[in-house]
C-alpha cells in the first residue's frame, strides 16, 4: 500500500494536503486547501499504481488512460456528481481534483439510525433512490457510457442541503465503442456485497450499465432493511 502524503505538502504550486479522507491499494484520496482560490476545500484522488509490478510500458499506458478518462469526468456535470476540475501527474502518481462533498455517508446514516432502534423512513429513501437513478441515467447516456462500478451506501454522501453526491469514481470504466469489453485506468472488482459475479470474472469479461443497476439495488435493499 502507498505511503500516504503528509499534511502540508503542495501539490503543483497549488493544492495543500490538509487530511487523508480515505485510502485503497491503488492510492489515496485526501481533503486539500486551493492555494489559488482562498477558501474552496476540494478532494484529491489519488491514483498510485505498483511500479514494481509495472512495466514501463504498461504505466505508459495507465498514464495514457488515465488522461483519456480524467478528459471524460472533468466534461461531466450533474448536481448529484461532483465535479472533476482538474487533474495532473506528481512524482509518477495521478491525481483527480474533485469538489470536496461535505455531510455524512449514507453508511454512517444506516449506522446512526442502528443506534437508535430504527430504520429509515421508506419515502425518504425514494427520494434518494430518485436522485440515484437520474445520476446513473445521465452517466449511462455519455458517449462512450460511463460505469461506476462501485456503488454502495459508503460511496454516497448525503450534503447539508439534502441533495445526494455519488462519489469515489476510482473504478469508473468507459464502454469501447463496440461493447466487447470495458476499459479502465484502475483495476478493481467492487464490493462483494453489491457487485454482480460477472464483474469478478477474468480482465476480458465485459460489464455493462445492468452491473451499475444491481449494486444500486442492492443498495436500497441495505438501506430499507439496515
Not at 476499459?183 to 477474468?202: F, N, W
Request: aromatic share 8%.
Amino acid at each position: 500500500m502507498t505511503k500516504l502524503l503528509e499534511s502540508g505538502i503542495v501539490l503543483r504550486e497549488r493544492y495543500q494536503i490538509v487530511s487523508p479522507i480515505g485510502q485503497g491499494g491503488m492510492g489515496a484520496v485526501y481533503r486539500a486547501a486551493d492555494l489559488l482560490l482562498p477558501g474552496r476545500v476540494c478532494a484529491l484522488k489519488e491514483i498510485s499504481p505498483r511500479e514494481n509490478e509495472l512495466s514501463a510500458e504498461a504505466l505508459r499506458q495507465l498514464q495514457i488512460q488515465f488522461r483519456r478518462e480524467a478528459r471524460v469526468l472533468a466534461r461531466l456535470d450533474h448536481p448529484n456528481l461532483p465535479k472533476v476540475s482538474d487533474y495532473f501527474t506528481a512524482k509518477s502518481r495521478e491525481y483527480l481534483v474533485m469538489d470536496f462533498v461535505p455531510g455524512y455517508d449514507l453508511r454512517e446514516i444506516i449506522e446512526q439510525q442502528k443506534e437508535k432502534g430504527t430504520f429509515l423512513k421508506y419515502q425518504r429513501v425514494m427520494r434518494w433512490i430518485e436522485q440515484l437513478c437520474d445520476a446513473l441515467t445521465y452517466l449511462h447516456s455519455q458517449t462512450p457510457p460511463i460505469l461506476h462500478r462501485d456503488i454502495k451506501p459508503s460511496n454516497i454522501k448525503l450534503t447539508p442541503s439534502g441533495f445526494l453526491k455519488l462519489v469515489d469514481f476510482g473504478l469508473v470504466k468507459l464502454l469501447t465503442s463496440d461493447k466487447a469489453r470495458t476499459i479502465t485506468v484502475v483495476q478493481g472488482r467492487g464490493t462483494a456485497a453489491y457487485t454482480p459475479l460477472e464483474q469478478y470474472g477474468s480482465d476480458d469479461e465485459h460489464t455493462n450499465i445492468q452491473s451499475d443497476i444491481y449494486a444500486l439495488a442492492a443498495t436500497l435493499y441495505h438501506l430499507l432493511t439496515g
